[in-house]
């Protein structure tokens, strides 16, 4: 089914990225997808749709860029947001939203490599204006190699971007884990 009209913002949070008119093929705005971003509902599954409608995790494959727009809010993360190529994430910048992290592993992934070329063709994909909260403890049998959970994995190359981020992270967590890239 078509996305639903996403409930509007606070007055002082309103911009040009609440506008209802945009290219609803490049434009998406995971409220339209049914994110609440109400800080108690789960938004992982509503978030990951609207980053991969009409995506393929190869390059090759996906042929308009997208941008993945989410309004003020705290959005309730469980499992990975799989970034595919050519997509961005973008939160308002007024009032920037906050993925509160209740899993493991990591928040935000970037996309796959292709399996012979180690992250060198990882092209054209981004987050601008979101906050990360990644605090509560895990247990240690859901650790995995980089450490028991991480906000952003980032195998970065040419094209890719973390702008306006805050990331709150408590011990024992990671950050940003990047490994290799061109």
Known sequence: PPPSPAPPVPAA???????????????????AF???GDGTTDDTAAINRALSQGRNLMAKLTTQPAIVYLPPGTYVVSKTLQMAFYTFIQGNPLCPPKLLWKGSGEV???????QDCEHTNDFFYGVMNVD??????VKPSECTLQSCSTAVHWPVSQGTYLRKMNLT???GLTGIFGEAGS
């Open 108 to 114: 935000i992934g970037g996309p796959p490599s292709c």
């Open 34 to 36: 049914g994110a609440k």
């Open 169 to 171: 992270v408590g011990g």
């Open 132 to 137: 990360v909260q990644l605090t509560e403890p």
């Open 13 to 31: 949070c309103a911009s040009w990225l609440d506008q209802p008119k945009h290219n609803a093929t490049a434009f998406r705005n995971a409220q």
